[in-house]
């Protein structure tokens, strides 16, 4: 796939809770990292509560955040951990795609499906009225920062890498394997694919995408994830961030990841809901941004929330044919 034109930071709204010294600083930091023109900044507050809004509430929130935005926005990203829902839908599935209440009284069925699945379409809001979104957490400034700086410092790096595929003991959590691409090198970028058959990655330093599956995932703290690194875990509710009954897709940024996803409601295993690894890498090594990659790589994205930089780009300006057995 020849590479895309990746999205430009003056493409990109950042969206700050004014209730939030916190989401207001890490807000302001971004927009400085990325050279995001100061008009980009758009400023909402948020209702108190938990992590998940009502309906009715994030109407409210959704005109206001549209009404400061103009048809140049191709996405937006949200500076804050919570709210991370709206309902059942995830808040990032909610104002990409509009809320789907019909999902709500049974999760375990098929939700709307995405127009800009695996697309080559650079401009969502002027190709499919759909602008992309992205949560940044901000419950912690200093790791909220870090995380800005690793997706700065992905860019242009063209690391020497690899790629993990975990084949888990967990049956019902192995729905996606299908899509794993088979182990292998490529030559161009210098990246590693090993499809395994184990229950935990340990001891590796090179680590630049991580796909398994399991309600918790051990070993992280003794991987490096190179800036840009992208790493989510298949089980229900990953994207219940504060959570405690399973892992919170969290727990992959403080490792050090750069992008992460998880369902906020209970998907049951359709690998739809959930990122397609052969998808997203073909458009992530073709030089297109984390966003675009990521959204790109979910057929049916509704009930899942991206978190992480937006704007991570490690393979930008890379001519790349993906290789055949993807």
């Known amino acids: 796939m020849p590479q895309a034109s990746a999205l430009k930071p003056a493409q990109l709204a950042v969206v700050v809770n004014e209730a939030s010294p916190e989401s207001v600083e890490i807000g302001t930091y971004y927009l400085k990292a990325r050279n995001i023109p100061g008009r980009n900044l758009i400023k909402v507050t948020l209702p108190e509560g938990n992590g998940t809004l009502t309906p009715e509430a994030f109407e409210i929130l959704r005109r206001d955040i549209d009404r400061q935005l103009d048809s140049t926005i191709q996405a937006v990203v949200f500076i804050w951990t919570k709210p991370w829902a709206v309902g059942c839908n995830s808040i990032t599935g909610a104002y990409t795609l509009g809320y789907q209440e019909g999902i709500c009284g049974n999760t375990c069925q098929p939700s709307k499906p995405s127009n800009y699945f695996n697309s080559r379409s650079a401009k969502p809001y002027k190709d499919f009225g759909m602008r992309l979104s992205m949560l940044l957490p901000a419950d912690n400034v200093a790791l909220a920062k870090s995380l800005i700086d690793r997706g ?84 229900s509710f990953g994207g219940d961030l504060l959570g405690k009954h399973q892992m919170s897709s969290l727990r992959w940024l403080e490792a050090g990841a750069t992008g992460s996803y998880g369902t906020v409601s209970e998907p049951c295993n359709y690998w739809q809901k959930f990122p397609n690894p052969k998808v997203l890498l073909s458009h992530y090594l073709a030089g297109e941004t984390l966003i675009e990659a990521y959204w790109k790589s979910l057929a049916w994205p509704g009930q899942g929330v991206f978190i992480g930089e937006p704007l991570a780009s490690p393979y930008r300006q890379l001519q790349f044919r993906v290789n055949p057995r993807y």
């Open 152 to 235: 700065v410092q992905a860019d242009l790096s063209w690391p020497k890498a690899s790629a993990y595929f975990l084949l888990t003991s967990d049956l019902v959590r192995n729905s996606r394997a299908v899509n794993f691409p088979q182990s292998g090198q490529l030559v161009y970028p210098p990246l590693s694919l090993h499809n395994l058959h184990a229950d935990v990655l340990e001891e590796k330093q090179d680590v630049m995408f991580y796909f398994t599956g399991g309600t918790h995932i051990s070993g992280l703290e003794t991987l490096k994830f190179l800036p840009g690194a992208i790493a989510d875990h298949l089980t």
